[in-house]
């Protein structure tokens, strides 16, 4: 069992930058894949990024390669999202998710755990 508490959303200006920081509870976090997905009113979940067991591994969005960047600390049992120039597009609801595979994972089916959600909202 992995419990998920996403923190670091808010309002931002559009070429902004925002961390959102996931804090993870449970034994299995450490040989859990990682990712992070967001879901605009309306829309579908969509993938952000992932980030695979031991933090070698991570894989991208196209919508926000280059932009945002995923990295985790085992130690302290934190996933986190550095996301920089933000655009208003990027306004979603932003959730964390642990997979029970060890390699990143892309699709939603591929996760057991989610967060909360925090609100990142950009304007223009």
């Known amino acids: 069992q992995v419990q998920l508490v996403e923190s670091g959303g808010g309002l931002v200006q559009a070429g902004g930058s925002l961390r959102l920081s996931c804090a993870a509870s449970?034994?299995?976090?450490?040989?859990?894949?990682m990712g992070w997905f967001r879901q605009a009113p309306g829309k579908e979940r969509e993938f952000v990024a992932t980030?695979?067991?031991?933090?070698?591994?991570?894989y991208y969005a196209s919508s926000v390669k280059g932009r945002f960047t995923i990295s985790r600390d085992n130690a302290k049992n934190t996933v986190s999202l550095q996301m920089n120039s933000l655009k208003p597009e990027d306004t979603a609801v932003y959730y964390c998710?642990?997979?029970?595979?060890?390699?990143?994972?892309?699709?939603?089916?591929?996760?057991?755990?989610w967060g909360q959600g925090t609100q990142v909202t950009v304007s223009s």
């Open positions: 449970g034994r299995t976090f450490s040989s859990s894949a």
């Open positions: 980030i695979n067991w031991n933090g070698s591994r991570t």
């Open positions: 998710a642990a997979s029970t595979s060890l390699i990143t994972a892309i699709t939603v089916y591929e996760y057991n755990y």
